[in-house]
């Protein structure tokens, strides 16, 4: 008999409830699917979590399920390097529940890997809207920017991110870089030599800058 979907226990193989957590054994059940398709998905069986979580929408799952499982598929298509397909479930997430900030930059990291940078920053921006302090939206809108060749702009993105986040590090080595190719070498040192305090050996942030005075 298949382990139980939510706790992994063996059952036995009349069980109709797993003895272990209680959950609901039948296959046809949709709480069994879902779980199912959660384990799967954990376990790194990414093509068979597809196949779970499509099914649940062709049998028409509760409406109030739907974004969570386009999230699901938009997630797993992404990590299978299946940028269209992603697209398709987050937009349709997005859609489904505007609201909801984690969803609109999921969209966006998937825009930014296919190089839709504009699309990219659009969705980053909505995200903004709903959740002001999502730190990662901030630094993907100040990448997708800085490829659009928005600089001042980015240089405002990355700035609101290490005003929230001040020891995001990554933060502070992409504002370095940009102000370094800007020829602002005060304003990039700063950035890089904040790294170095918490990373002596960041071989990166070491190449730009210069050794100071002893």
């Known amino acids: 008999m298949t382990k139980c979907p939510y706790c992994n226990h063996q059952p036995s193989e009349s069980a109709r409830f797993c003895e272990n957590c209680g ?71 997005c859609e489904m529940e505007p609201g909801n900030a984690a969803l609109w930059h999921d969209l966006g990291v998937v825009e930014y890997h296919g190089a839709e940078f504009d699309d990219a920053i659009a969705a980053f921006q909505e995200a903004l809207v709903r959740d002001a302090d999502l730190l990662l939206a901030y630094f993907w809108l100040g990448n997708a920017l800085y490829h659009r060749g928005r600089n001042d702009e980015a240089i405002e993105a990355f700035g609101e991110l290490l005003d929230r986040y001040p020891n995001f590090m990554v933060g502070h080595f992409h504002l370095g870089v940009i102000h370094a190719r800007r020829g602002n070498v005060e304003e990039a040192e700063s950035h890089f030599r904040k790294i170095l305090q918490k990373n002596p050996e960041a071989a990166a942030a070491q190449f730009y800058v210069t050794p100071e005075a002893s």
């Not at 409406?63 to 697209?87: C, D, I, V």
């Open 23 to 93: 959950a609901i054994l039948q296959r046809n059940d949709p709480a069994y699917q879902l779980a199912y398709a959660h384990r799967l998905e954990m376990e790194g069986r990414f093509g068979e979590a597809i196949t779970e979580y499509e099914k649940l929408i062709e049998k028409g799952a509760m409406r109030e399920q739907l974004p969570a499982l386009r999230k699901h598929l938009g997630n797993l298509h992404f990590r299978m390097g299946h940028l269209r397909r992603a697209k398709e479930h987050m937009r349709a997430a």
